[in-house]
């Protein structure tokens, strides 16, 4: 006598079912552990970005310190040279007075011939 170890219908119902539902919760580990990679990669890449973005900030603001330092150091070169030569023009003005009187009133001239010619 043989005896055939059939499973019954309802056994093997069961066993796919069993088998469905040990999928379904190894898709939703993986789903599970794929979401918190992309939520540690998504925070590791906003971390690198805040940083990268203070690096550019400070080094922005570093330049910006030198170009005022270097444009305050332009502005008092440029007005000291202009004070020497305000000083060297009343020193010759005092020296020669009728000569820059002259001077002036010839630019007077030319700056009227020009302005009237428009």
Known sequence: MTTHNRTSPQSATDQIRDKAK???QNLQDMGSVARDAVSEQ????????????????????????QWRDTAGEYYEKGRERAMSLEQTLEDKVREKPLQALLMAAGLGVLVGMCWTRR
């Open 42 to 65: 998504a925070t590791q890449l906003r971390d690198a970005a805040s940083e990268r973005a203070a690096d550019l900030r400070t080094a922005a603001t570093e330049r910006a310190e």
């Open 22 to 24: 040990d999928i379904k």
